[in-house]
């Protein structure tokens, strides 16, 4: 396994309800830390998971995981989602329909 | 005449069949491209797959037959590299055929892919899965009444072709002549048994395929995402 530590450093546009609003994020989190996320809503909550899973790209920034650069803007570097190990849970649940639940669960591996 | 029949039977099958079967490979991809790409061009793009919808057949007929014609660009290279001649055969009224048909492959199966949500593509790259692999495993699965009805509507299609077989295939047995033109053929000579076979064939082979897609599609109608 790499060093769990994951470093984020980013800034992102984001258009909301009442309008543009720019993102930053300087933080980082321990192994073994949990860590809650809260915000009113469009603070960018979801934004800031979907970057972590490479879904978004920032505009800028640095993303570390370890040794891992997710993502590095000055590099150019942008790991696509497969390639990052990380899971999400998504607010909609994402199951897929075409599959039974035991599919669903054992798809991952 | 009952071979005849037989013949004629078979190269409309063959036409469809063939058709149907290009589109689905041509299809796939294309309207996996057309759902998710952001190009700018894409409105003019969807028209331009539609326009066989509303086109007359003549007209797309007439734009082949000049494509082929060994005195323009494209027909003249068919000739001299592989020495083929396209308009007035099989091969030629099939590749009109299968731009004929496009529209009714690529568009149940584009509002089909547009209807799934994000999330579910999302789900599967995050879970490791190439976009391959999410394509045949995931979005394939979910939208399976939209394949049904794009392949059935395909087949029904291209089966009941007229005008552009007509005008790029012309009418000769055992090669381009399919049973709607052999109908007007046969009225044509007054010969109504024969233009009644036909044309009862085509009429059970057409609803046979929309009842199954209507049923089909209502086995599916529970089976929404919430």
């Known amino acids: ?109 | 005449m009952n071979n005849e029949f037989l013949q004629t039977i078979l190269v409309t099958l063959k036409l469809a069949c063939s058709t149907t079967l290009i589109l689905i490979f041509i299809g796939l991809p294309f309207a996996y491209w057309l759902a998710y790409t952001k190009v700018r061009l894409k409105p003019l793009i969807e028209a331009l797959v539609s326009m066989p919808m509303v086109l007359p057949p003549s007209v797309i007929g007439y734009y082949m037959l000049v494509l082929y014609s060994p005195r323009n660009a494209f027909g003249g290279w068919l000739v001299q590299v592989f020495d083929v001649r396209l308009a007035f055969s099989f091969e030629g009224a099939l590749i009109t055929s299968v731009i004929f048909s496009l529209p009714f492959m690529i568009q149940p199966l584009h509002n089909g892919l547009r209807a799934l949500p994000d999330s579910l593509s999302e789900a599967s790259y995050t879970l490791g899965k190439s976009k391959i692999v999410t394509f045949f495993r995931v979005l394939l699965p979910n939208i399976k009444p939209s394949v049904i009805t794009a392949v059935a509507l395909t087949f029904a299609h291209s089966i009941g072709e007229f005008g552009v077989v007509l005008m790029v295939g012309g009418n000769m047995p055992g090669e381009t002549r399919v049973a709607s033109i052999a109908i007007y053929d046969e009225v044509q000579a007054l010969n109504f048994q024969a233009a009644n076979q036909y044309a009862l064939i085509l009429f059970l082979i057409s609803l046979a395929l929309l009842t199954t897609i209507y049923s089909v599609n209502r086995r599916y109608d529970s089976w929404k995402i919430i």
């Open chain 1, 1 to 109: 396994m790499e060093n769990n530590l994951i470093v984020i450093d980013i800034q992102k546009k984001m258009m909301t309800a009442s309008g543009p609003v720019d993102l930053l994020v300087k933080t980082s989190v321990l192994q073994g830390e949990l860590v809650a996320l809260f915000g009113e809503s469009g603070a960018g909550k979801t934004t800031l998971l979907r970057i972590l899973a490479g879904l978004t790209a920032p505009d800028k920034g640095k993303i570390t995981f370890g040794n891992t650069i997710w993502f590095d803007s000055a590099k150019k570097i942008n790991l696509p989602p497969q390639q990052r190990n990380i899971s999400l849970m998504f607010q909609d649940y994402a199951l897929f329909p075409n599959m039974t639940i035991e599919k669903n669960i054992v798809c991952p591996t």
